[in-house]
């Protein structure tokens, strides 16, 4: 089994730190899939973004969803089914058929990212938050960097366009690992579910500043998967 890593569209490879190094000395192949960057994808989103990434999938490859990427999963499952093994949410939204990114979000950060958009693009996603935020949840060095390096401003339009209306297929299981507070009410919904969910008392981005931690809660999931 592999296990592909895909960062939120917000973000980049980086994001996933060193999860994967640690997933290899536990036994397991992983790899970083990359999202095209936004100049390359054309409109609809949902449905590029989620053909690249099914492109990707080989049979028995078991998709890790992070953040802004779990809106995706039913997009890439619906062309993927047969080849995936099953998928786990870390930290993630679930998928929202028909609804937009900022259907889902809290109404006060909506408001907020219109306001800060200009030429019909919002800021990178570190602009999002009060200065010092980011630099406090990944550790200084060549990680932090290589994060910071890929982030770029992303088109308004994706957070408007209506996720395709797709749920996700009744052959492909699925787990959720919490990573942080902000995503309990997801964690929540897939334990209500019945899916197999595990918590950390970390932050949104520990792939990055507790690799060992996140690669071993990962494990445990895929044992558990169906």
Do not use: C, N
């Amino acid at each position: 089994m592999r296990l592909i890593l895909v960062h939120s569209p917000l973000v980049g490879p980086a994001s996933w730190g060193e999860v994967p190094a640690e997933l290899a000395a536990r036994g397991y192949a992983a790899q970083v899939a990359t999202l095209p960057g936004w100049l390359g994808v054309a409109r609809p989103y949902y449905p590029a973004l989620a053909a690249a990434l099914a492109q990707a999938v080989e049979p028995g490859d078991l998709l890790v969803l992070h953040s802004g990427a779990g809106g995706l999963a039913a997009s890439v499952a619906a062309l993927a089914e047969s080849r995936l093994a099953g998928m786990v949410f870390v930290d993630a939204i679930l998928p929202h058929p028909g609804r937009s990114w900022f259907d889902t979000a809290a109404a006060p950060l909506g408001e907020a990212l219109r306001a800060a958009a200009s030429d019909g693009l919002l800021p990178s996603w570190d602009q999002w938050f009060p200065p010092g935020a980011i630099a406090a949840l990944a550790p200084e060095g060549r990680i932090r960097e290589a994060f910071l390096a890929e982030l770029r401003p992303a088109p308004l339009g994706y957070f408007d366009e209506p996720a395709p209306a797709l749920e996700m297929p009744l052959g492909v299981g699925w787990s959720y690992l919490r990573l942080s507070k902000a995503y309990e009410a997801e964690a929540a919904q897939a334990r209500a579910l019945g899916r197999p969910t595990l918590r950390l008392e970390l932050s949104h981005l520990a792939m990055m500043s507790h690799p060992a931690e996140v690669a071993s809660s990962l494990v445990r999931l895929v044992r558990r998967a169906p």
